[in-house]
């Protein structure tokens, strides 16, 4: 165990923010893929939008993958056996993530393991807020989405009419996101903070946190 100055940049993008931690180029882990090598992405209906978008090569590329679980309007690209554990599609050894951060679903975007537990950082406590905020009100915001899909007869389970599901998708996405909301706007676009955590390696590196035990 040795103690490791940390890198941590918090990236206010609004829907698209991030978190970006230098320690990920060299996982604790040691075995090439991290966290991404138990998660399986779930891209919903913000993230489908913003692709929609901007990138509708990346949406085609989800929309290629094997072993899709597609519901109404969510897409779950699920990941492969390798190993003794397991891979995301689109993790490559050479260079991790095929996809830059906002492009991402928002657990990839947002997650950092326990070892670094950035969360209990008073001078953090503003990040801690923002990011507990962006994720309701992308669970809201994805909800709506869905319903308003719903009501038009539209769902992803159905290939024929994917292209106005895509459309209607980009338009109302759009329309609810009009007005940016006050912790949106009143947070730094950007803030990069140092910390100092002790290491371990292979698997005494934990990924998830643990429920309290009541
Ligand atoms: S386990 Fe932690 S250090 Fe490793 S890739 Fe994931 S977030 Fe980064
Ligand atoms: S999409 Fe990228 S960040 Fe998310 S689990 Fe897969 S490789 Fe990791």
Not at 43 to 67: E, G, K, N, V, W
Request: glycine share 4%; aromatic share 12%; proline share 3%.
């Amino acid at each position: 165990m040795a103690d490791k100055e940390i890198r941590i940049t918090f990236h206010n993008s609004g829907l698209r923010s991030y978190i970006e931690v230098d320690l990920c180029r060299e996982c604790p882990r040691q075995d090439g893929k991290g966290c991404c090598g138990h998660y399986s992405p779930v891209f919903y209906a913000t993230d489908l939008a913003y692709l929609a978008l901007h990138r509708t090569d990346l949406l085609d590329l989800i929309f290629s993958q094997s072993h899709l679980t597609i519901l109404d309007a969510s897409i779950t690209v699920n990941n492969e056996i390798d190993g003794a554990s397991y891979r995301c599609r689109f993790h490559k050894v050479d260079g991790g993530c095929v996809l830059e951060q906002q492009y991402r679903e928002s657990v990839c975007r947002h997650f950092v393991c326990p070892g670094i537990a950035w969360q209990q950082e008073e001078e953090l406590e503003s990040w801690r807020q923002f990011f507990d905020f962006l994720e309701d009100y992308e669970i809201s915001l994805n909800e709506r989405i869905a319903e308003r899909l719903k009501r038009a007869g539209l769902t992803l389970r159905n290939t024929d009419n994917r292209q106005e599901f895509i459309d209607l998708l980009k338009e109302v996405y759009l329309n609810e996101t009009q007005v940016v909301p006050d912790v949106i706007a009143n947070q730094p676009k950007e803030q990069e903070f140092y910390l100092v955590r002790p290491l371990y390696y292979g698997e005494d590196w934990e990924l998830f946190y643990k429920a309290h035990k009541q």
